[in-house]
């Protein structure tokens, strides 16, 4: 049986699609809606308490958190080399990135909530728009140090599911952080939406719902 992933095209939901296309498992898309009210059925409310995606039922269980779903199906699924074993010398850096994924992304959903979410203008703060940014544009710099070593991925031996959780989160960043001066995650972001299961994932999901805009530029003070 194949297992169904609860999503929103262009959410988080998206990492947990993308790995399972690695992981060359299958997987049915229940597809939502983030405004259309489908997220408080009661269907859905009994597999998310928070009432947010992914909602992954597999292996008779329903899991609801992105990084835990991530490092389940690593577990759980062999003939992988998506995470170092326990014990390895890389293990402890998989794991960091693996959860810094979602120090960055912390920061995305702020100013998604700022940018995209609150209906009026006069709802919105341009000071919480310009600090959230500048925050984004600090997490992001610990990306672009660890690939100035000359690594393709987050981790010296290769391609993992840290980069699944970080591959999504920055190209939300690049929405609202300009990548002119991070070089080299730009260059590893391309290399991430390169990938062939990258590709199966947004055809199987399809277009993202949040973004109507390339970028997002700071209003001006008192606008």
Not at 132 to 151: F, H, N, Q, W
Request: aromatic share 10%.
């Amino acid at each position: 049986m194949s297992a169904v992933l609860h999503s929103i095209a262009g959410s988080r939901s998206f990492r947990v699609n993308w790995l399972l296309h690695e992981l060359g498992e299958a997987v049915e898309i229940v597809p939502y809606q983030i405004m259309d009210g489908s997220l408080q059925k009661p269907d859905f409310k009994s597999m998310s308490p928070a009432r947010r995606v992914p909602a992954l039922e597999i292996d008779g269980r329903v899991l609801y958190e992105s990084g835990a779903i991530v490092q389940y199906l690593c577990e759980t699924r062999g003939d992988h080399n998506l995470m170092p074993e326990v014990g390895s010398e890389e293990r402890a850096e998989w794991l960091q990135w693996l959860h810094y994924a979602e120090t960055i992304a912390a920061g995305i959903q702020n100013l998604n909530m700022q940018h995209l979410f609150l209906p009026k203008d006069w709802m919105k703060s341009p000071t919480v728009m310009g600090i959230e940014t500048k925050r984004l544009a600090i997490a992001l710099k610990a990306v672009e140090s660890a690939l100035s070593d000359g690594r393709e991925f987050l981790l010296v031996s290769g391609f993992s599911a840290a980069d699944v959780m970080m591959g999504f989160t920055l190209e939300s960043a690049s929405r609202y952080v300009r990548f002119d001066s991070y070089p080299l995650t730009a260059a590893y972001l391309r290399r991430i939406q390169a990938r062939p299961a990258y590709k199966a994932a947004q055809d199987a999901e399809g277009p993202q719902q949040f973004y109507t805009q390339d970028f997002y530029d700071l209003p001006e003070q008192g606008a």
